[in-house]
């Protein structure tokens, strides 16, 4: 029978590869939930509609979602993002769902923090504001975070619709409630009477992108020219050659940026917050600035 042991060197050696391991694990973790988590991106993108009105040419409209206030994203770096966003001047301001996080304390704790993300978020310098739910709004409670987001002047468009008007002419800005916990019906968002109207495009907000597939399947969906999502934080952590470590229900095939779908265009963004542990990896926070092109 063999023996094996190890000299001195053998045991020094191991351990320091042991203590750099360690070292190098806190070290990514420390990158990842304190630096990288506040390093967002602003992404900016040209999308050109058909039927787009002259006077909508060139209007430029932000995105953010995922915000997740309470849980890991603090009042202080959401402040900073709406400052970066009132100092692009965009002409709309698209909120996509998840303002607050279920599960993550008392029912009272959840609902203090819709009630500051929204008073946060009231300090977005654009008149035109929107805002669809996404589930962890619905987990905590979709009616309070509706109604504290109106009650600072942002409307939630629940399986509703709402025009933009220029000079004369406009684009429908429709939205649905989350489709994963919710019951989104975008027939009652885009009624027929304002269905592929010559010049009047339908921007479609939904919080779970995958949702694009069933809404294409409604006589609805043709209406539709840009859908904007959330929900899936594009991944979160995403370590290289195997992509995102876990995404959600109705979040696993359409993950992060743009995608065309026919004749809808639908983007994924993704997002500002994080859920489960404060880490993000190679999956920066994103404000997202969209100028609207005629086709």
């Given at each position: 029978?063999?023996?094996?042991?190890?000299?001195?060197?053998?045991?020094?050696?191991r351990r320091r590869f042991l203590t750099a391991g360690l070292y190098g694990a806190a070290g990514l973790a420390l990158y990842s939930g304190e630096i990288a988590r506040h390093r967002f991106e602003v992404t900016e993108r040209e999308v050109s509609l058909v039927g787009l009105p002259r006077s909508f040419d060139g209007i430029r409209i932000a995105q953010m979602s995922d915000i997740h206030l309470g849980e890991f994203t603090e009042p202080f770096f959401l402040r900073h993002l709406v400052d970066r966003v009132n100092r692009m001047q965009p002409d709309a301001v698209m909120l996509t769902g998840d303002f607050v996080t279920e599960g993550i304390g008392s029912k009272q704790y959840e609902l203090r923090a819709a009630n500051l993300c929204a008073e946060v978020l009231s300090g977005l310098q654009c008149r035109d504001r929107f805002a669809v739910l996404g589930n962890h709004d619905f987990g905590v409670s979709a009616g309070y975070v509706a109604q504290v987001l109106r009650d600072r002047g942002i409307p939630v468009l629940r399986n509703a619709s709402?025009?933009?008007?220029?000079?004369?002419?406009?684009?429908?800005?429709?939205?649905?409630?989350?489709?994963?916990?919710?019951?989104?019906?975008?027939?009652?968002?885009i009624p027929p009477a304002i269905r592929n109207l010559p010049d009047e495009p339908?921007?479609?907000?939904?919080?779970?992108?995958?949702?694009?597939?069933?809404?294409?399947?409604?006589?609805?969906?043709?209406?539709?020219g840009l859908m904007l999502s959330g929900h899936t934080h594009g991944g979160q952590v995403r370590l290289p050659f195997l992509g995102a470590l876990e995404l959600p229900?109705?979040?696993?095939?359409?993950?992060?940026?743009?995608?065309?779908?026919?004749?809808?265009?639908?983007?994924?963004?993704?997002?500002?917050?994080?859920?489960?542990?404060?880490f993000r990896l190679n999956c920066p926070p994103e404000i997202t600035m969209f100028t609207l092109r005629k086709a």
């Open positions: 029978m063999a023996f094996f042991s190890f000299s001195p060197a053998h045991s020094a050696a709402v025009p933009l008007e220029r000079g004369g002419d406009r684009i429908w800005i429709a939205g649905v409630d989350d489709p994963v916990v919710g019951q989104a019906a975008p027939d009652l968002a339908v921007v479609f907000l939904c919080h779970a992108p995958d949702y694009a597939d069933t809404l294409l399947e409604q006589e609805s969906g043709s209406s539709v229900e109705l979040g696993k095939k359409y993950v992060e940026g743009m995608f065309r779908l026919g004749a809808m265009q639908l983007y994924v963004n993704r997002g500002i917050g994080t859920i489960g542990l404060p």
